[in-house]
């Protein structure tokens, strides 16, 4: 086993690695670009390049890449070796200032939603100096921004820095007129727990479902699910033991907090959570560690499953996304205090994120939207679609205290007038209420826990938006008290005024309940059940109006976005439907017939004994495997037609729900149908590795 503190972070160029290369003022002047989002100074990029170059070359790297998220949900790498020849025709390793900060790259074939044409091939990365350097593979990677010819935004974390930046603006804004100056930056911070799945990858190579869409299109249920609840914190397998050891230590070496890890609620489930950190960090760790889960387990001969449902019948995998705001000597806002001035402090950024949850329903909703999410939300194993915040009674009561202008004190109401500021809130512990696993956005003690990210998705999106939209309501915030005569009244009729205008959007329910979802539409909350009913929502005016008041994204870019999910939720589910019809005519169909030609047979040579034997059971499962073999190819012969069907279904929109209301039903009608015939299948004739194979043998 390793020495942990002598590795962690032993393949990053961090804080502790630039303090020992650099000299101190250069290291100084790096510092102040990281911590307070200074432009960085030009003349010490080639003193820090070959600094970084030269602890590379010690860690056995050979080659540099500019690494970076395009907006494929995925991250880009192009490497470059640091070898430079020199005029005599000797070689020498090289690293330059200029290499660093800028390279550029082929961007023609990264999706853009328009913002280029396809022959126009340019594309820039921008080094991104606050989220660490880090070898990999032996090659050192450089976290970069990727833009277009023309400075368009390609990727996702240029938006996520630009509403970094535009909550630290909005924050510190509201934090001066309470009074709190010696505060200089301030930080939205995240823990991004990860869920998946480990199969045997002999039996996932065997699965064309599975290579090819990531997740099973057919596959009756086994006679053993999750229902025995035994596999949830279960004692750990010694073949995951040994892959949990194995990512750890790849992990902790790339500096990733990988902190806690156990058996989740469905067999070969599994999860990941890391130490908090701030979310520009924390997203490029979170794309880290999705690849290394995949690396490690082909080292074991597993396959690291994150499609959100790979399995039906079994919870699918999501990511909780605990989001809160830091500033830059320790104060975490959410943390409520004992003392007047917290109290009220608190209450402010906490009416601010109950406000812009409300008044940006559609956006959280949007920012978790994706083909295979549609899968999982809404199934009584992850939260409906339908945006609500938990609070805990404690907490709601004290708000409804505060509406009533009454104080609270925990036992009973004593009917006192309330002065914000003075007398609002006890002592209030972290755990004052139990949790609501059910909720898509709890408040958990001093964070909010946003439970509706998919497992294989980037997590820059979500908080790209709750960045932005708390920003917007802080800035309301802050434009009103700047200009208010009473600081105290001010703070007094802004809380009272959200509380009663946004309460409809707490509930401390079940949110799995149909009577939640009737209740909901009676507050008049959104339902987007799925992508298609969401995406729309990303381009309407008052969006458009948010992003770019904010410089997180221009009017282009926002279309841009639009363009690429849609796109890619079309592209899913046509490469779905196609390799459910190449699975079906190529593999399940030829393997049901040669089960009933031997049904076939075997009553045949029966018959030749004598006509006199029953045969009542083989030809019952010949009746019905021939009328299911018949309804299941018809089925499919209609889905090969809707696939054609589907290029001339007009724009991407229009193409969207085209996808959702014919090609997925189809789907799903072959799925039941092939299910079906698996049951009534012999073993050894049908084709693929069953859900009990795929669950149970690992």
């Known amino acids: 086993m390793e020495d942990i503190s002598k590795t962690f972070g032993s393949m990053v160029f961090n804080d502790a690695v630039m303090r020992e290369k650099l000299p101190k003022d250069v290291y100084k002047k790096l510092k102040q670009t990281i911590k307070n989002g200074k432009p960085l100074d030009p003349s010490i990029a080639n003193i820090v390049a070959n600094a970084m170059k030269e602890w590379a070359l010690e ?37 330059s200032g200029k290499e660093l900060i800028c390279g550029e790259s082929d961007a023609s074939s990264f999706p853009s939603g328009g913002l280029r044409a396809t022959f126009e091939a340019r594309g820039y990365t921008a080094w991104d100096p606050t989220s660490y350097a880090f070898i990999k593979d032996n090659t050192l990677c450089i976290p970069t921004a990727f833009c277009s010819y023309g400075g368009e935004a390609l990727d996702k974390k240029t938006p996520l820095l630009r509403s970094m930046e535009a909550l630290n603006k909005q924050v510190l804004r509201v934090l001066k007129l309470f009074g709190v100056t010696d505060v200089k930056r301030v930080y939205s911070t995240v823990g991004a727990e990860q869920e998946y799945f480990l199969i045997d990858k002999q039996l996932h190579d065997k699965r064309k479902d599975l290579m090819i869409a990531g997740r099973t299109l057919i596959g009756a249920n086994p006679p053993k699910g999750q229902e025995l609840d035994d596999h949830y914190y279960g004692a750990i397998k010694p073949r995951i033991a040994a892959f949990m050891k194995d990512l750890n230590e790849e992990l902790w070496r790339l500096g990733i907090y990988s902190k806690t890890e156990h058996n989740e609620v469905a067999p070969a489930q599994h999860e990941l959570a890391p130490i908090y950190t701030t979310v520009n960090i924390a997203a490029d760790h979170n794309q880290l560690t999705m690849e290394t889960l995949k690396k490690v387990a082909a080292r074991h001969g597993l396959v690291c499953l994150l499609h959100e449902k790979p399995f039906a ?19 975490n806002l959410f943390e409520p205090g004992n003392s007047p001035h917290e109290n009220a402090q608190f209450l402010i950024f906490l009416c601010a994120v109950i406000k812009a949850v409300d008044d940006y329903q559609d956006l959280l909703r949007i920012s978790v939207a994706s083909a295979g999410n549609d899968h999982r939300l809404g199934s009584n194993e992850a939260p409906p679609a339908i ?33 914000i500021g003075v007398d609002v809130l006890p002592a209030f512990p972290k755990d004052t209420t139990d949790r609501n696993r059910t909720s898509p956005f709890a408040f958990t003690g001093n964070k909010f826990e946003f439970r509706m990210l998919g497992s294989s998705q980037s997590i820059s999106d979500p908080n790209c938006v709750l960045n932005t939209i708390v920003a917007e309501v802080l800035k309301q915030f802050a434009d009103e008290l700047e200009n208010a005569t009473d600081f105290t009244a001010a703070i007094n009729k802004i809380i009272k005024r959200t509380i009663k205008e946004h309460k409809r959007i707490i509930f401390n329910g079940n949110n799995y309940s149909e009577e939640w979802v009737n209740e909901a539409k009676r507050r008049g909350l959104l339902e987007l059940k799925t992508t298609v009913d969401a995406l729309p929502y990303l381009i309407n005016p008052k969006n458009i109006k948010l992003f770019t008041e904010h410089k ?23 490469i779905e439907g196609l390799t459910l019809v190449d699975m079906i005519k190529k593999d399940i169909i030829p393997a049901i017939n040669t089960y009933l030609k031997d049904l076939c047979d075997l009553v045949a040579s029966k018959k030749a004994v004598s006509a006199k034997i029953n045969c ?81 043998k690992v």
């Open 387 to 419: 945006i609500s915040i938990f609070l805990g009674d404690e907490l709601t009561e004290i708000l409804y205290d505060i509406e009533q202008g009454i104080a609270y004190n925990g036992n009973g109401k004593a009917k006192t007038e309330l002065k």
């Open 616 to 696: 009542d059971a083989e030809t019952d499962i010949i009746n019905k495997l021939s009328n299911l073999t018949n309804s299941i190819y018809q089925k499919v012969t209609e889905l090969e037609e809707k696939l054609i069907e589907a290029k001339n279904c007009g724009n991407v929109t229009q193409c969207g729900r085209y996808y959702h209301d014919n090609i997925l039903s189809l789907m799903q009608d072959i799925r039941a149908l092939t299910d079906e015939a698996e049951v009534n299948t012999a073993s050894k004739y049908w084709p693929i590795p069953t859900y009990s194979d795929l669950l149970f």
């Open 552 to 574: 997180v994204l221009s009017e282009a870019e926002l279309f841009s976005r639009y363009e690429v999910l849609m796109e890619n939720y079309c592209k899913i589910i046509h």
């Open 59 to 95: 860690k056995g790297a050979t080659h540099y890449t500019h690494w970076f998220q395009p907006m494929n949900g995925i991250t880009a790498e192009k490497h470059n070796s640091f070898l430079s020849i020199t005029s005599d025709g000797n070689v020498t390793m090289e690293f």
């Open 313 to 331: 019948g079994v919870n699918g995998s999501g990511k909780h996304n605990n989001w809160s705001m830091c500033t830059d000597n320790g104060m």
